[in-house]
């Protein structure tokens, strides 16, 4: 069986050179006083390269202004008042990248040539416009508009901003800049002491702005940062632009449109919504899977607060910490989950247990180019979904498998023995395909592919039934991991009476949670009830932890508990519909059943719950987006059987 070889990490929060410039050219200034001041100047062509300059240069910025500007009196007598304050934007998808010091402002003019120049070449553009449910401002929609006025797309992203220098922890974030435009063309200094009814005020959200107008003329802009508050020190710089086009920076603050789905001690396996709703026949879909990596993933400890106040800004994000050198992030697209469509797949490494993070999805550019000159080229970023680590080490995520291939999520794993992902994919997948053999020589002995009148149901075949099958198999021999240690009361207790790996003699570091022998040996003692509705004299009453198979052993115990042997463990229970479902669509002759609330049900399997936790395991589950199945006719199911899908006999 061949399984995929993790090729070397290859990091995606690598920007593109030019922008690894910026950040160099960022700290520079930061490091050397005398260049504290940077300014994008006006350049030719909009596909020129950024050209940042410290402020002896800025003189040059009247220069390269509009002769309209100089024409006006008024006007060239503000510029000299204000010199090194008006910076005349490239052109239409040109940024400027701009320090500013608290308290200033700085006038942006987007010129009337630029205003009229041609609109860009349209793009192909990603094979769809992505659904993420938000109301958003982005994507390739070019407007051509009545030729009277042209629509300007305007927008401002925080870069860096004042870092918390308290000596405490950070409490407060950092307050944000303002942009402020004209809407009339009195106001060519609009600004915080400019007339309110004669400009448009915004201030940035998580370091994020956008405005749209309609320009008949030269458009005049500026952004204002406000004064540094206590316990904080530091510039701001930020990038703004002007596009007849569309944005040039994007954010989507209220849709994730990225989804956990599940972690390990050391790493997180996150994936996109579906991409497309296509088919696998049309165009569209094989367009979005021939795509290597429409997306990238920022991860960053939720207790690292240098995030905080630009959560909006992909410029933000490339600048800060985030995404410190070792951890590492490999992605694809895949059409695992439900409805088997296009999604990009993220898995991030080298996390640290036990902890905290948020993820944020995000485009580079327009997803294929970046930068100036690029409709779109800023980037865009969606809202962050937290997730947290595991801490006892025995579980890990598996997912890509040849058989199982619907299987993503952590399962019991010994560092010790199986070190690496394909290593106990094989164990478990292998199990489960041959498993599956036996069922499906079975399953040959059944009139399936007959006239519909002489198949066992009308309404299901022999594929429905060896799919339910699968389904049932996968989730049941590969069962989901979570730590022995979590609280929650879904989970089920398994394999206590194994001794926790002895994580001493482990080469990956020691486990978290080294008193866990202890909790687990005082617990083996005590009064054990899986079932309250079982029969009252039944045995379900007079049972330990360690006197039941349901929680001092596991699932298949010849492969997790020899083996593997992950040592204690708690199981996010296979969902109790994967087994109804099976009944319903096998031929009864295979003669399965499920077993009966009671009698076993409750220790077997787990049900759904409708809040986004996923309480019970299925096959493409993901955090936050599994709603309750509408499983009709539980009831109808208790059949008669010959043998119970129960993998447990009581006490
Ligand atoms: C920012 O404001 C300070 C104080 O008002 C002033 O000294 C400095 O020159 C200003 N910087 C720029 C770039 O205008
Ligand atoms: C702006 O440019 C347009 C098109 O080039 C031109 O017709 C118009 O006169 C210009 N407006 C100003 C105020 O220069
Ligand atoms: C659009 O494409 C044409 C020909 O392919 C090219 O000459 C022109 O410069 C392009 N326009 C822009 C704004 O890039
Ligand atoms: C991104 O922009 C470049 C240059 O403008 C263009 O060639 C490319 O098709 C665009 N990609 C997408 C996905 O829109
Ligand atoms: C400050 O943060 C650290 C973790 O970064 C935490 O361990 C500590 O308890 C915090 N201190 C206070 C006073 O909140
Ligand atoms: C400019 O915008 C302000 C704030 O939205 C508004 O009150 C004012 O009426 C606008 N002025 C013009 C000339 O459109
Ligand atoms: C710009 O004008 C068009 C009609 O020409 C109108 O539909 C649109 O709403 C206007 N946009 C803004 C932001 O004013
Ligand atoms: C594509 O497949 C779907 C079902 O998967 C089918 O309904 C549709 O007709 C097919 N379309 C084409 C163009 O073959
Ligand atoms: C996907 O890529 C393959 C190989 O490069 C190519 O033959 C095929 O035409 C592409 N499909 C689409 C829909 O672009
Ligand atoms: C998982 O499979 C997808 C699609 O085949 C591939 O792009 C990705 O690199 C694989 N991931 C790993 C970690 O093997
Ligand atoms: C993707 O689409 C399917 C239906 O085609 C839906 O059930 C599922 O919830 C969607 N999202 C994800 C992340 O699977
Ligand atoms: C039924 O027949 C179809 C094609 O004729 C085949 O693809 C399928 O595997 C068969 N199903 C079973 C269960 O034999």
Redesign the pocket.
């Known amino acids: 069986m061949h399984f995929p070889k993790l090729s070397p990490l290859q990091c995606r929060f690598t920007v593109s050179l030019a922008a690894s410039l910026i950040v160099l050219s960022v700290y520079l200034f930061l490091w050397n006083p005398h260049l504290a001041?940077a300014a994008e100047i006006e350049t030719p062509s909009p596909a020129s390269p950024l050209i940042i300059l410290d402020?002896y240069a800025l003189d040059l910025t009247d220069d390269l202004e509009d002769p309209q500007d100089v024409d006006d009196d008024q006007d060239a007598q503000h510029a000299k008042r204000a010199v090194?304050?008006v910076v005349t934007l490239g052109g239409s998808n040109v940024p400027g990248l701009l320090n500013?010091?608290a308290?200033?402002t700085?006038i942006w003019h987007f010129s009337n040539a630029s205003l009229w120049a041609p609109y860009a070449n349209l793009t192909d553009g990603l094979p769809s416009s992505i659904d993420d449910g938000d109301t958003g401002d982005s994507g390739t929609i070019y407007k051509r508009q009545n030729p009277s006025t042209r629509l300007v797309y305007i927008s401002v992203t925080t870069c860096l901003q004042p870092q918390w220098n308290g000596s405490t922890n950070q409490t407060t974030t950092p307050p944000q800049l303002t942009l402020y435009v004209s809407n009339a063309t009195s106001n060519k200094e609009p600004g915080p002491n400019a007339p309110a009814n004669r400009q448009v005020a915004i201030t940035l959200n998580e370091g994020f702005a956008n405005y749209s107008m309609n320009a008949t003329t030269d458009i005049y802009m500026s952004v204002h940062a406000p004064e540094v508050p206590a316990n904080f020190s530091g510039i701001w710089n930020y990038e703004i632009a002007a596009s007849i086009d569309n944005y040039y920076h994007g954010a989507h603050p209220d849709s994730p449109f990225l989804y956990l789905v599940d972690t390990d001690t050391h790493a997180a396996l996150l994936v996109t919504n579906n991409l497309t709703q296509a088919n696998p026949n049309e165009t569209t879909y094989q367009q979005w899977m021939n795509l290597t990596s429409p997306f990238t993933v920022f991860v960053q400890p939720t207790l690292d607060r240098s995030l905080d106040g630009m959560r909006n800004s992909y410029c933000g994000m490339t600048h800060a910490s985030i995404n410190n050198a070792s951890s590492s992030v490999q992605s694809g697209m895949i059409t695992r989950g439900l409805g088997h469509k296009p999604k990009e797949q993220f898995y991030i490494q080298e996390l640290n247990g036990s902890t905290s993070y948020f993820g944020v999805l995000a485009m580079e550019g327009n997803s294929t180019k970046t930068g100036s000159g690029v409709v779109g080229g800023g980037g865009q970023v969606w809202q962050p979904v937290s997730f947290k680590t595991k801490s006892d080490n025995n579980c890990a995520l598996v997912f890509n498998l040849t058989f199982c291939h619907d299987v993503a999520y952590a399962v019991p794993s010994n560092q010790d023995r199986y070190p690496d992902q394909p290593s106990l994919s094989a164990v478990y997948d292998s199990y489960a395909a041959g498993l599956y053999e036996n069922f499906a020589k079975s399953l040959d002995q059944i009139p399936c592919n007959t006239t519909l009148s002489a198949q066992y149901s009308p309404a299901k075949n022999c594929d429905d039934c060896a799919d339910a099958y699968k389904q049932w198999l996968c989730a049941v021999t590969m069962p989901r991991c979570e730590d022995f240690s979590s609280p929650l009361p879904w989970l089920q207790p398994r394999n206590m009476g194994q001794k926790p790996i002895n994580s001493s003699s482990s080469s990956i570091g020691s486990m978290p949670n080294p008193d866990m022998f202890q909790q687990v040996q005082g617990q083996l003692d005590q009064q054990y009830i899986p079932m309250t509705s079982a029969p009252s004299d039944s045995d379900a009453f007079r049972q330990t932890y360690g006197s039941v198979s349901a929680t001092n052993s596991s699932r298949n115990p010849s492969i997790i508990v020899d083996q593997i042997a992950p040592g204690p463990y708690k199981e996010v229970k296979p969902c109790e519909d994967l087994c109804f479902s099976l009944v319903r669509s096998c031929p009864a002759a295979l003669g399965f059943g499920c077993p009966d609330p009671g009698r076993g049900l409750e220790v077997d399997y787990g049900q759904r719950s409708d809040d986004g936790q996923v309480t019970c395991s299925y096959l493409g589950a993901v955090y936050y987006l599994n709603a309750a199945p509408t499983v009709s006719g539980t009831s109808s199911l208790a059949v008669a059987v010959a043998v119970v899908l129960s993998l447990w006999i009581l006490g």
């Open positions: 001041y402020h090194g304050d500013i010091e308290g200033n700085t």
